[in-house]
């Protein structure tokens, strides 16, 4: 069984990923980031693992190469 300290709650992991409170939500809904629900409270709960693992899928190299203008 999963400890507790391996999850984090919304503001941790938009933190962790970049984005807002609100995007974690949606993305959470949507089915886009595995995300459990605490029985006791319902505050939703993201394993740090899967939030790693989503950064890495929607990760992109940044180009350092400037695109020409015109």
Known sequence: MAKLSEYVKVAEAAEILGVS?????????????????NPANGYRLFRRDDLEKFLKTVARPVSSQKKPKG
């Open 21 to 37: 409170q609100g995007t974690v939500r949606t993305w959470a809904e949507a089915g886009k980031i595995p995300m459990h629900k």
